[in-house]
């Protein structure tokens, strides 16, 4: 009998998926394959040299690796993204999971690639942006009361608005895309720097964007007419057209 490992055809693979559709493992047997896969017998905790761990990349690259020019389809996704809703994982999972990438460093290359793929992520979904939720979370009562009034106004209005210039990123405090306008909130805590605050508005400047800064004085007026907001505007030289 030959032996060896040969690859599956396409056909090979419908029929293993038809078999074990609706198959489910009983936690005993999942316990005894975890038991049997621990231990030296299968290299837990063996070190590979470096030239061991590249011939085990290059035997993955390219067209070797199985699921080159493969991709999984929207409903995949779904499926995947529906199993995984909810899980959680637990402190000892999280502590291993940390023990095993303590001393890990990734090459040149991989922050490049890993750099390109989040800046790609980031303009197709600009509101998951990390610096987004974190500066949302950090708003201050001030913005928030801002915010309030000028969505009362105003139909699309953004928080934290991503805005992609020539050089970089930045984030508008409230932004309302159809004017081009960027309204920045100057609280009494204001301790940002001057001179950055200058050089980020003519960014803004450059693509067309309008910047306003509120402070608490100004935030006050607003407050006290329920007009303020547009007045406001105006009074800022924003063309406002009313219906």
């Given at each position: ?80 993204s529906e199993a995984n809703k909810g ?14 990438n303590t001393g890990r460093k990734q ?108 402070n608490k004085e100004t935030l006050k ?23």
């Amino acid at each position: 009998m030959v032996r060896g490992i040969f690859p599956r055809t396409e056909e090979h693979n419908k029929n293993i998926s038809k078999a074990l559709k609706g198959h489910s493992v009983s936690l005993e047997t999942r316990k005894k394959i975890s038991n049997s896969l621990m231990g030296s017998q299968n290299a837990l905790g063996v070190k590979r040299s470096v030239e061991t761990r590249r011939k085990i990349s290059e035997s993955k690259r390219g067209e070797k690796n199985p699921f080159y020019g493969k991709h999984l389809s929207e409903e995949h996704r779904r499926r995947i993204s529906e199993a995984n809703k909810g899980k959680k994982i637990s402190e000892e999972q999280k502590r291993k999971i940390s023990i095993a990438n303590t001393g890990r460093k990734q090459s040149i290359e991989q922050r490049q690639k890993s750099s390109e793929s989040h800046k790609r992520f980031y303009q197709l979904h600009p509101e998951k942006h990390v610096l987004k939720i974190r500066r949302i979370s950090r708003f201050s009562k001030g913005q928030k009361r801002l915010l309030k009034l000028i969505e009362a106004q105003f139909k699309d209005v953004e928080s934290e608005y991503y805005i992609r210039t020539k050089i970089g990123k930045r984030f508008a405090d409230i932004a309302i895309p159809s004017l081009k306008l960027d309204i920045e909130y100057d609280g009494m805590g204001y301790w940002h720097d001057r001179e950055m605050d200058k050089k980020r508005d003519l960014e803004l400047l450059e693509i067309g964007w309008k910047v306003i800064r509120i402070n608490k004085e100004t935030l006050k007026k607003i407050i006290k007419n329920e007009e303020g907001c547009v007045e406001m505007l105006k009074e800022y030289g924003v063309e406002i057209n009313e219906v």
